[in-house]
Every structure is written in C-alpha cells, then in structure tokens.
C-alpha cells in the first residue's frame, strides 16, 4: 500500500460518513415538520424532531418546528423548555427562526408570508447582513416564479434587487443574463455574462454562454478562449464538447477537432455529432474512418439527410462516384433536398457538364445557399473559363465566411478545380 493510501481512505470514509448524516437530519427535519403541520401526529413529529436535534443539537429549523409542535398540541410547559433551551444555545433565537421561516416559505412560494416572517425577523434585531440575504433569497424566487409566468419585466427587476442585495451572489445574475437570452434581447444578455465574468472570471456556465454567443454569430476565433475556459469545470457537458469540437474546425484545427467529438461521442452524444466528427475526419484526409463512422452513425441513429450527404463527400474524395451518389439518392429526389446534397450531386455530375450549363448550375447554389463551399467551386469554374474578375468575387465572397478552412479541406478536387480556387486565396495554415 502507498504511504497515502490509508489516509486517503479515512478521508473518503469520513466523507461518506458525513454525507450520510446530513441526509439523516435533513430527512429527520423534513419528516418531522411535515407530518406534524399536514397530520397533526404529535408524536411523531416530536419523535422526528428531537431525533434530529440528537445529531444536530444547533438546527434552528427543528428546534423552531418543535416548539411549535408542542405549542399547537397544548404541551406549553415542555415548549417553553425547548425554547429556553435554544434561547441558551443560540443567542437571538427567534430571529434566526423568523429567518430560517422566511427562507423555507420563499422556496416554497408563500412569498406574501415570507415577506412577513422576514418583517419580523427584523424587528427582533436580525444580523441585517443575514436579512439582506434572505431578502435577497425572497427577490430571486419571486423572479423564477414571474419569469415562469411569463412576466418578464416583472422578473429582470426582481432579479436586478436581489443582486443588489447580494452582489456577491451569482445565481440572480446568471438567470437574469438567462432571461434576456430567452426574451430575444441577445446584445444586453451577452454584455451581462460579460459583466459577470469581470466579478466570477472563472466560472464554466457563463464562460459557456458566452462562448457559445460568440461561436453562433460566426465569431470562433473570439468565442475559443471561453469555450476552453468552461471545460475546467463542465468536461462532461456533450453541449459544450461538441461545441467546442465545431469551433476548433472552423478554425481550421482539424485534428484538435477529432480529439474532442470523440470525446463528445462518450456523453450520450446523438447522430449530429458522429456526423461532425465525420467531417473532422474527412478535414484531416482520413477519408476512410469518416466514412466508417457516418456508416456506424446510421445504422446506430438511423439514415438522416446531413449525414448521408457527408457520406456522399467522402465517398467522392475516395473517387467512388457510384456509391457517392448512391448515399444522397433517397434526400437528393426529396422536394427539398439538403443544401449539401445538392452540392455533392453537383459535384458528382460536375465531369459531365462542364461550361456555361455548370455556371449557372453552381452560380444558382452560392446565391441559394451561400456556402462557401460553393463560391469555391464557382471560383475554379469561373478561373479555368478566364473570367478573372468574377472568379476573384466569388474566392472573396468564401473567404468572409468562419467556415472557409473546413470547406477547403472538406472539397474533393474535382476536374482540378482546387488549382483554380486556390490561387485566389491566402495560403492555408500549416497543419
């Protein structure tokens, strides 16, 4: 055994032991209270709660339920024992049971009977600090409960009091950013997460929501440090792996890609995902286990439109026309096919109708779909018939896309097209 082994054990078993306590307490607690108030059985509540109290001499909620308890069942004597004891235990006893009861009811939504609680509370000389907690508490559950009643506005006010109250505390202020999300108000969202990454610069749930802000308006490069940042503390989030999978290739970082939508298939990953890594694959020329993997993906998910016109493309880059177009078939006849079906049938009859028919063709396709994928084809169509000024237009139009690195890699060379069409543009980065 290591040298640390053993204690390592105690600590884990000390852990447990802990957490098997809590759970005994607040079990205890809860029971005690509920069947006391909903069942008037007396003497199980009493039973309970004293019970609790032999683990946890200290807890204001059992003591104050207890109290109670016996109050209500006529037991005056031994209530007013139980309270001079907590009394004696606990300095300013019934403050911190008026707050301990303005707590439980907020969580509850007896807000109206919260609010009195915490009244009292103050008027028994509460520490103000803990008031202003609770209230705060009270603010944050009035705004869950207004926001799911749809009363926006409502909500955003109640949450901007309670972080008022509590500026330290980040709960309200990530619901309120969530809020303005939900409500469409995507600019004031975003400069909210923003903001809470100046106090909490750390946290994995709102450099998540940035992160993905910024990655679905196209900005990958300015949305990676904060997608990288919330792996720290959510690598087992499918959403924030594959995500950031997606965004690595659209920074042209292929094999990173890989690396992370493997990782994104062992969350209980859907087809989309083998379907992206297929496409990290295909960019890194490993045409083959692209294949082997949106194979896998339909016989697991079933057939779906996206990835069967993956399949399509990589079986094009291996040269295998027949089975490419064999893969789109079933989506190519539907009344609307998918946009990259489309663009792979092209390509597959691309060889056979070179010329003006093929411009237009193409042309029709980067003003439908504007993929850059297809403005690059256009471009090398454009530059082998001579027509330099429009060819250089349509490289343009790809190269103001965050997509442009996968499309350059992802595009078989058809008729030598890629020649053309990389003339136009900036070398690639080294791999």
């Known amino acids: ?28 607690f809860h029971m005690g209270e509920a069947i006391g108030r909903l069942n008037g059985d007396t003497a199980g509540a009493v039973s309970r709660l004293t019970a609790c109290l032999a683990l946890e001499p200290d ?55 919260a609010a009195a609680e915490l009244d009292l509370a103050r008027r028994l000389g509460a520490n103000p600090h803990r008031c202003a907690e609770a209230e705060a508490e ?38 309120r950013a969530q809020v303005l999300k939900d409500s469409g108000r995507d600019g004031e969202a975003l400069r909210a997460w923003q903001s809470m990454l100046e ?12 992160g993905a802000h910024l990655q679905q308006q196209g900005q990958l490069a300015e949305a990676l440090p904060y997608l990288e940042r919330a792996t720290h503390g959510l690598w087992s989030n499918a959403f924030l792996i594959t995500l950031l999978g997606l965004t690595l290739l659209g920074l042209d970082r292929p094999k990173e890609a890989v690396s992370m939508l493997r990782h994104a298939t062992t969350l209980g990953s859907n087809g989309d995902v083998h379907g992206y890594l297929a ?48 893969a789109i078939d079933a989506n190519q006849r539907h009344p609307d096919p998918h946009p990259l079906t489309v663009i792979v049938a092209s390509l597959i009859s691309l060889p056979d109708e070179l010329g003006p028919v093929a411009h237009d063709r193409w042309r029709t396709i980067a003003q439908r779909y504007d993929y850059p994928m297809a403005h690059l084809v256009l471009a090398g169509l454009l530059a082998r018939a001579g027509d330099a000024a429009a060819a250089q237009h349509e490289a343009e139009t790809a190269a ?22 990389e003339a136009l543009l900036p070398p690639p980065p080294e791999d």
């Open 400 to 421: 103001k896309s965050p997509w442009l690195g996968l499309a350059r890699r992802l595009l078989p060379d058809v008729v030598g097209l890629r020649t053309y069409w």
């Open 59 to 113: 807890h204001i909620g059992a003591l104050d339920a207890l109290i109670r308890t016996l109050e209500a069942a006529g037991a005056s004597a031994e209530a007013a024992e139980w309270q001079q004891r907590a009394e004696f235990r606990i300095p300013g006893f019934a403050a911190e049971a008026a707050l301990f009861r303005a707590n439980a009811l907020a969580v509850n939504g007896d807000f109206d009977a």
């Open 279 to 326: 496409q990290a694959l295909l960019a890194t020329k490993d045409a083959t286990a692209a294949v082997g993997c949106l194979v896998e993906a339909n016989r697991a998910f079933g057939p779906d439109p996206a990835r069967s016109a993956m399949l399509g493309l990589a079986l094009l880059t291996l040269g295998q026309r027949k089975e490419a177009a064999a």
């Open 138 to 175: 009270l603010m944050h559950n009035r705004a869950v409960s207004a926001k799911q009643a749809g009363r926006i506005d409502e909500a955003l006010d109640l949450f901007n009091h309670a972080m008022r109250l509590r500026p330290d505390w980040i709960s309200p202020a990530r619901l």
């Open 199 to 210: 106090q909490w610069p750390e946290d994995s749930e709102v450099n998540l929501q940035v």
């Open 1 to 28: 055994m290591m040298p640390n082994q053993g204690a390592a054990s105690i600590d884990i078993e000390a852990w447990r032991a802990n957490i098997r306590r809590d759970v005994e307490i607040n079990y205890l």
